[in-house]
């Protein structure tokens, strides 16, 4: 899927905003009530949800699936179990974010969109297929546990809901 959302390619925050839109849902946005503004940087998408705007937010457009997951002092083992018994958890149309290790903000995290979880395990072995931006176009990758390890800080798993609702199963984005 082409689309030279800036000058360079892709940002993968906008590659998510353009997915929740084009699946009837209200992206993250920065600005009143949600309705004008841009979308946010990977590394904040986390904050537009329940837990941190309010049950009844306008800006409450995501449902936490698990509580977030900081690997930076997990063992490579230990950090297997857990992000395979995250990763276990995600459903077509869930959205993993992360923070990459660093102080950098603009590039500091990565957003994905779940495609296929079926052979990913609860032990952190398979792997799971997720939509996401590249700088030449958005395409589907395969990924395994280090993927979400190596270089990385925190995992999000959020579900798209509807903004101030509940969650709702989003269709599997067509990419």
């Not at 904050?47 to 063992?75: C, I, K, W, Y």
């Not at 297997?80 to 102080?103: N, Q």
């Not at 495609?115 to 032990?123: E, T």
């Not at 280090?146 to 609702?165: C, D, H």
């Amino acid at each position: 899927m082409p689309f030279p959302a800036n000058g360079s390619g892709w940002k993968c925050n906008l590659f998510a905003g353009t997915v929740m839109s084009a699946a009837g849902y209200e992206p993250p946005r920065y600005g009143p009530n949600n309705a004008s503004g841009n979308y946010p940087i990977a590394i904040e998408m986390h904050r537009f949800t329940r837990e941190v705007q309010g049950s009844r937010s306008p800006h409450n457009v995501f449902e936490r699936v698990a509580p977030p997951l900081d690997v930076t002092a997990m063992t490579p083992a230990e950090a297997k179990r857990a992000i395979g018994s995250l990763l276990a958890l995600a459903r077509p149309g869930d959205f993993i974010f992360v923070k990459h290790e660093g102080d950098d903000t603009a590039d500091g995290g990565h957003c994905r969109v779940v495609m296929d979880g079926s052979r990913w395990r609860s032990d952190g072995t398979g792997t799971i297929d997720c939509a996401e931006a590249r700088r030449d176009e958005a395409r589907v990758e395969t990924h395994g546990w280090k993927k979400f390890y190596e270089g990385e800080e925190v995992i999000w798993l959020l579900r798209p809901s509807i903004a101030g609702g509940a969650p709702i199963n989003l269709p599997t984005p067509s990419v």
